[in-house]
C-alpha cells in the first residue's frame, strides 16, 4: 500500500508537469528552400505564420498593412487571446485610434498574459510595464495602462523566448538592441539554418546550414 501511495504521488507530478509546462519550448524549424531568406519580410510572415498558428497567406496580408512589423504580432498576439476578427481588430485600431491596450482591455485580456515571469528586475524598456505589472498582481486596485511601445516590447520577448527557446533574459537583451520583430526573428534563423539562396556556399561545395544552438547574439 505505501508502495502505491508512493507511485501515485509521483505520476501526479509528473502529470502536474506535463500540464503546467509551456505551451511553447522552442517550436522554430527550418522552413528549407520554400524560404525567402533574401526576403526577410516574407520570411518574417512564415515565421509568423507558425508562431500564431494562422493561414501564411493571411499573415502575409495583414502584416503588408502595418509598416511597423512589431504592430502585426501585437495584432496576432490579441486575436490569439480573445478570438476576435482581425478585421475588427484593425477597425478598432486604424479607424477609430484606440491603442493595443485600449482595444485588449476591450475585449478583456487579463495584464497577465503579456508578461513573461522573470527573476529579476529587467530595467529598461522593460523597467516600467513590469512596474505596472507587480503593482497590479498586488494591488488589484492599481490602474494599468501600457503603451503601444510597452506592449510590442512585451509581444517580442514573449516571442523570441518562445520560438527560439532560449532564456527571457537573453529575448530581453536581443530586444533591448532596438531591433524590430522582423529583424530579430530572421537574423536568429539565418544563424541556426543559414541562407539556403546562398549560391557562394553551394558552388563552394559548403553546407549553408551553420548548424543550431545560439545562447547570445554577437
Not at 29 to 41: E, H, P, Q, W
Not at 93 to 108: D, K, N
Not at 164 to 190: C, F, N
Request: a neutral charge.
Amino acid at each position: 500500500m505505501k508502495m502505491f501511495h508512493c507511485v501515485w504521488i509521483l505520476a501526479f507530478a509528473l502529470l502536474a508537469g506535463v500540464v503546467t509546462a509551456p505551451a511553447y519550448a522552442g517550436i522554430d524549424i527550418d522552413f528549407g528552400v520554400a524560404a525567402k531568406i533574401d526576403d526577410r519580410t516574407d520570411l518574417y510572415f512564415s515565421i509568423s505564420s507558425r508562431y500564431f498558428d494562422q493561414d501564411r497567406d493571411t499573415v502575409s496580408r495583414w502584416g503588408m498593412r502595418y509598416r511597423d512589423p512589431d504592430d502585426l504580432a501585437v495584432l496576432l498576439f490579441i486575436h490569439r487571446h480573445t478570438g476576435r476578427s482581425l478585421d475588427e481588430l484593425y477597425g478598432l485600431r486604424q479607424q477609430r485610434g484606440l491603442t493595443w491596450w485600449e482595444i485588449a482591455v476591450r475585449f478583456g485580456m487579463p495584464a497577465d498574459v503579456w508578461f513573461v515571469p522573470v527573476q529579476r528586475d529587467p530595467g529598461p524598456p522593460y523597467g516600467k510595464a513590469y512596474g505596472h505589472w507587480k503593482n497590479h498582481k498586488h494591488d488589484r486596485g492599481t490602474p494599468v495602462d501600457l503603451s503601444d511601445a510597452d506592449l510590442r516590447n512585451l509581444v517580442a520577448v514573449r516571442m523570441v523566448h518562445e520560438y527560439y527557446g532560449v532564456s527571457v533574459d537573453i529575448a530581453m537583451e536581443w530586444r533591448s538592441g532596438g531591433q524590430d520583430l522582423r529583424v530579430l526573428m530572421t537574423d536568429e534563423y539565418e544563424k541556426r539554418h543559414g541562407n539556403p539562396h546562398d549560391t557562394t556556399a553551394v558552388a563552394s561545395g559548403k553546407s549553408a546550414k551553420p548548424g543550431k544552438g545560439h545562447g547570445r547574439k554577437k
